[in-house]
């Protein structure tokens, strides 16, 4: 599976993105996704993860409720829509695959697959 992560840019606190993933492959709807982030200095953490018939999503505590995870199997496309965003959410933004571990168990151990980043500021 090759992922290919887009949308990232600069924007003001308080304002929205919306961050989207495309998918390689015929299986796309075997995979749960989720969306990782790593800011300058920190490691990398979850953020949220849908599961492969896209009923079950997870998110972490800092973005519950101004974020949402989306997919549009027939597409092979994931979506994380971002809103209400501060500073704290500037990172490296990467979509994720991952084979066998449930929406809440995706972590960065469990991880099959990693797309390339896209960059999220958020200024002041």
């Known amino acids: 599976v090759q992922l290919q992560a887009s949308g990232g840019g600069l924007v003001q606190a308080g304002g929205s993105l919306r961050l989207s993933c495309a998918a390689s492959?015929?299986?796309?709807?075997?995979?749960?996704m989720g969306w990782f982030r790593q800011a300058p200095g920190k490691e990398r953490e979850f953020v949220a993860a849908?599961?492969?018939?896209?009923?079950?999503?997870s998110y972490a505590d800092s973005v519950k409720g101004r974020s949402t995870i989306s997919r549009d199997n027939a597409k092979n496309m994931v979506y994380l829509q971002m809103n209400s965003l501060e500073l704290e959410d500037t990172a490296v933004y990467y979509c994720a695959a991952d084979r066998f571990a449930a929406a809440q168990d995706m972590s960065v151990v469990t991880v099959d697959y990693w797309g390339q980043g896209t960059l999220v500021t958020v200024s002041s």
């Open positions: 849908i599961t492969g018939s896209g009923v079950t999503t």
């Open positions: 492959g015929r299986t796309f709807n075997i995979y749960a």
